[in-house]
């Protein structure tokens, strides 16, 4: 049962260095293959997470915060690879924001005041993520007829109630009998 596990708002992923240097340490260079590897474990992480939260009319709904690698000195291509993984991968994705860090610190490990400000980016990535318009696979898609409701997919958290009235003042001459 849906929401059963709680109510989701969000993934935050903040990982990408052992892919800059996977070539020394496993002998084959993670950073070439990062793009798909990413795409991957966001899908499965928002279908884990639609399955067990309330909130969303789809998976893809759910808003992505990826912050980029950090500085990697003596590792430059393996990181830039990765960097644009993460960059194209937030690109192609209405509810993926990418927070890049790589001016915050320049050792491969963040100090207090980094912590700080990435943070901050952090809590603006997922408000800004949140904007992002998304269609969801079973979003009804509306005619041109009229008579029909159209209906636009909600960018908000909050329920959504559409309200139908139905004009009780016709004139006599109408017969709503036909």
């Not at 996977?22 to 084959?28: F, K, M």
């Not at 950073?31 to 992480?45: A, D, H, K, R």
């Not at 008579?147 to 017969?175: A, F, G, Q």
């Amino acid at each position: 049962r849906r929401g059963q596990q709680g109510d989701w708002k969000g993934f935050i992923w903040h990982q990408g260095s052992q892919a800059v240097w996977s070539a020394q340490q496993y002998g084959e260079d993670r950073s070439l293959t990062y793009y798909g590897n990413l795409t991957g474990l966001v899908s499965e992480v928002r279908e884990l997470m639609f399955q067990n939260s309330i909130t969303w009319r789809c998976k893809e709904e759910i808003p992505v915060v990826i912050v980029q690698v950090g500085f990697w000195p003596g590792y430059k291509d393996a990181a830039n690879r990765t960097r644009d993984a993460q960059a194209k991968f937030c690109n192609q994705d209405p509810r993926a924001v990418l927070v890049k860090t790589d001016d915050l610190s320049r050792y491969y490990h963040y100090d207090a005041a980094s912590f700080l400000i990435s943070g901050n980016r952090i809590a603006r990535a997922y408000q800004e993520a949140l904007g992002g318009v998304v269609e969801c696979p079973d979003d009804w898609v509306p005619s041109s007829s009229p008579s029909e409701k159209s209906m636009e997919p909600s960018t908000s958290l909050e329920p959504t109630v559409t309200v139908l009235r139905l004009e009780t003042d016709l004139p006599s001459s109408i017969n709503t009998n036909e």
